[in-house]
C-alpha cells in the first residue's frame, strides 16, 4: 500500500509540474519530457536526468541501448486461442525491457546499479503482471507468410502505416512496427512519445489512434 501510494503522489507531482508548464501529461510527439514514462518525480529529481532511469552513458548492460535498469527473469503465461495460426513465444527482449517495470517482479526504481523497492501491482493502471493470456500475443512472428496462412492479416511487408501525428512516418509495418519480424511491445507503443498519437486518457503512448480500431486494422483485415 505504501508503494502504490508512493507511485500515486509521485503521478500527481508529475501532473502538477506539467500544468504548471503549460503541458498536459502525455502530449503526442513532443517527447518524454512531462509523458508518462518521465518519472523524474516519482524517485527524486536526480539532477533533472530523465533517461538515468533506462539508460547510462557508462557500467550500461548489453540487455537494451545503454541499458541501466534491472531486467526481468520471469517466465510468462502466454495467450492463446484455437482461432490462431501460430503460436506466440516469450516476449523478446524489447517487450521484456518494458516488462522490467510492468509485469510488477522488478521494483521501477531498481536502476543504476540500485535496489529499488517500488514495484506497479495488481490495481495499478500500469500493472500488466506475467499472466499475459489476456493480452496481445508478443513474439510472435509477423511476415509475409503468415498474411498467407491467415487472409485476416495484412502483409506486413507491403502494407503501408503511418505512426505519430506532430511528429509522423511512414512506411511498411514490418519497417515501422515490427521488431526483428515480430510483434512486441513496440509495435503498437513507441515508449519515448516521438511517434505518438494523442489519446481520450492522454495516455499510452500508442503509435496509432484508436478511434474506429484503426491500430487494430492496420495488421488486422476487418
Not at 31 to 46: K, L, P, T, V, Y
Request: overall charge positive; aromatic content about 4%; glycine content about 12%.
Amino acid at each position: 500500500m505504501i508503494q502504490r501510494m508512493r507511485i500515486l503522489v509521485g503521478a500527481l507531482l508529475l501532473l502538477a509540474v506539467n500544468v504548471a508548464n503549460g503541458q498536459v501529461g502525455a502530449t503526442a510527439g513532443t517527447g518524454i519530457e512531462g509523458s508518462s514514462h518521465d518519472a523524474r518525480n516519482w524517485f527524486g529529481s536526480n539532477s533533472g536526468q530523465v533517461c538515468i532511469f533506462c539508460h547510462a552513458p557508462h557500467n550500461a548492460n548489453t540487455q537494451g541501448p545503454l541499458w541501466s535498469h534491472a531486467s526481468t527473469t520471469a517466465t510468462y503465461t502466454l495467450y492463446a486461442s484455437p482461432t490462431m495460426n501460430a503460436a506466440p513465444g516469450q516476449p523478446g527482449s524489447i517487450s521484456k525491457l518494458c516488462l522490467s517495470c510492468h509485469d510488477g517482479t522488478v521494483a521501477i526504481n531498481n536502476y543504476a546499479g540500485g535496489r529499488g523497492s517500488i514495484r506497479f501491482s495488481s490495481g495499478d493502471t500500469a500493472y500488466i503482471g506475467i499472466d499475459l493470456s489476456n493480452d496481445h500475443p508478443v513474439g510472435i512472428v509477423y511476415n509475409a507468410a503468415s498474411a498467407t496462412n491467415n487472409r485476416k492479416l495484412a502483409d506486413p511487408t507491403t502494407k503501408s502505416v503511418t505512426i505519430g501525428s506532430t511528429v509522423s512516418r511512414s512506411g511498411t509495418i514490418t519497417a515501422m512496427m515490427l521488431v526483428d519480424g515480430k510483434v512486441e511491445c513496440t509495435s503498437c507503443h513507441d515508449v519515448h512519445n516521438r511517434y505518438t498519437v494523442q489519446t481520450d486518457s492522454g495516455r499510452g503512448l500508442v503509435k496509432v489512434g484508436m478511434a474506429g480500431s484503426s491500430l487494430c486494422v492496420q495488421c488486422h483485415n476487418k
